[in-house]
């Protein structure tokens, strides 16, 4: 997804900079469209709030719903 191409690394105001363990933490966009929702929508990731809510929480949220009821990656049955 990611592989080769320019990323975007926003910050996000609502969030420390960094996590306990020094890693920083940034939102991830690829040509002006986030990499979480893209992943997200796939049913390839699942959204997780540690603490306080944070900037495009509500859309992770809807990507992550649409992607279970089209029963899309992890949501999807198992076929192995």
Not at 9 to 35: C, E, F, K, N
Not at 41 to 52: F, N, V
Request: one cysteine or more; charged letters at 20%.
């Amino acid at each position: 997804m990611v592989y080769g191409q320019t990323v975007e690394l926003r910050a996000d105001p609502t969030q420390d900079d960094t996590d306990r363990y020094g890693r920083l933490l940034r939102h991830v966009y690829i040509d002006g469209q986030s990499a979480a929702v893209v992943l997200l929508e796939a049913g390839a990731a699942h959204e997780y709030t540690y603490d306080a809510p944070y900037i495009g929480q509500a859309e992770h949220r809807d990507a992550e719903h649409t992607a279970q009821a089209d029963a899309l990656g992890m949501w999807g049955s198992c076929t192995g």
